[in-house]
């Protein structure tokens, strides 16, 4: 449930300035000072972020004074932020090595900071339903073949894959039930690549595409319940 304002707000009330540096970037949807993966489809984050303090000695600071303080109703934990490397594979082509980097998401969700703008998406008509997936391999691949399955047309965001569970189908063979949302820029964008892509068969199945139906996240009604609990939300 929690959001950047959040995790700003936490370090602000306890003095602690969070880097401003984010204003000297050109693109307003890059955040360099904290660094939080929202999920545009869920509303959901990892239940964890990286920030970044004005100097060592406050970030030293903010995490001996800050652990076991309550964030919406849980004690956080701080720690050092260390910074993963990007995962490289090797592959030999010709007695040569290869070195290769998998291929950015359609949504880079540790960067953008429009995530809320996509939980509306639905109501929209601007999301895209696509099922009748078999096992699918990693959410980078998925973002390839998603890409390619739409060649032509402009996709903002794919979602993970959904694996429906089994009750649902009755006792049916839940293989190539599994489906995945595609956002576009508009319900007209949308329209035409449902259109054009339904009933095409790619990953070695015939696909089932159409508009999505308009349901809200389900993180995001829970952080509105939350928020109406603690007195947040003020009447109008």
Not at 46 to 67: G, H, I, N, R, W
Not at 79 to 104: C, D, F, L, M
Not at 120 to 128: A, E, H, P, S, W
Not at 226 to 232: I, K, L, N, R
Request: hydrophobic share 35%.
């Amino acid at each position: 449930m929690a959001n950047t304002k959040d995790i700003q707000d936490l370090f602000a009330h306890n003095n602690y300035q969070i880097n401003p540096k984010n204003h000297l970037l050109t693109d307003p949807l890059i955040s360099s000072h904290i660094n939080m993966s929202i999920d545009p489809y869920s509303g959901r984050n990892p239940s964890y972020c990286f920030v970044e303090l004005t100097s060592k000695s406050q970030a030293d600071s903010a995490m001996q004074e800050l652990s076991g303080q309550y964030l919406l109703g849980r004690p956080v934990k701080i720690g050092p932020g260390i910074a993963a490397s990007r995962k490289r594979k090797t592959t030999t082509n010709h007695s040569k090595h290869v070195e290769t980097y998998p291929e950015e998401p359609v949504f880079q969700r540790w960067t953008r900071t429009d995530a809320p703008d996509h939980f509306d998406y639905g109501k929209q008509g601007r999301r895209v339903w696509v099922g009748g997936l078999p096992k699918m391999g990693a959410h980078s691949a998925v973002n390839a073949g998603v890409r390619e399955l739409f060649a032509g047309f402009e996709i903002e965001a794919v979602s993970k894959v959904v694996i429906p569970s089994t009750p649902a189908f009755r006792g049916r063979d839940v293989r190539n039930h599994r489906y995945l949302f595609v956002d576009f820029p508009s319900a007209e964008e949308a329209r035409r690549a449902a259109k054009a892509t339904d009933g095409r068969y790619a990953w070695g199945v015939k696909l089932r595409v159409r508009i999505a139906n308009g349901d809200e996240s389900r993180k995001t009604r829970e952080r509105g319940e939350w928020d109406e609990s603690v007195g947040a939300v003020q009447p109008a």
